[in-house]
């Protein structure tokens, strides 16, 4: 399992960051090894945790999820039974794409999507709010995305 990145091993990975369909033959041109080496470079990348997968990024909007929330829930009681039950409870719903405990006022941030305010409204009301132990939900709707990344800058 790879421990050090070398200079190759980050080219590799800011290149797939940001180019994952980029054919292996032409990665290896890229950072001028063979592409047997590149392929080995990045199975290891994978093998230690470092590439989790390869997705493609998707226009929730033109899908019809029109509707962007950050909800900020606090629960009722700060114990790792209330946190572990709503750590695996938001694992259920497809709406939630991102879910961060945090530390400040509230204790988890939710990235909510769906496709308009009555679907809001039901995820709310059906599915959100039956998760035993929020005592809080507050939610902030997003007007527009002014940037979106997943490269990590490094």
Do not use: W
């Not at 290149?15 to 080496?37: C, E, F, W, Y």
């Amino acid at each position: 399992m790879k421990t050090h990145l070398d200079d190759v091993d980050i080219q590799i990975l800011k290149t797939l960051q940001s180019n994952g369909r980029i054919t292996n033959a032409d990665l290896a041109k890229l950072v001028d090894l063979s592409a047997p080496s590149v392929l080995q470079r990045v199975r290891a990348l994978e093998k230690a945790g470092l590439i989790r997968g390869f997705h493609a990024h998707l226009d929730a909007e033109r899908l019809g999820l029109r509707v962007t929330a950050m909800v900020q829930i606090t629960l009722a009681l700060h114990q790792e039974q209330p946190i572990e039950r709503f750590r695996k409870a938001v694992q259920l719903y497809p709406e939630i794409l991102e879910c961060f405990h945090v530390s400040g006022d509230f204790d988890f941030l939710l990235k909510v999507v769906v496709p308009d305010m009555k679907s809001y409204e039901v995820f709310i009301r059906e599915k959100l709010s039956r998760i035993k132990g929020i005592q809080q939900i507050r939610s902030n709707f997003v007007i527009a995305t002014n940037k979106h990344t997943s490269q990590l800058p490094f």
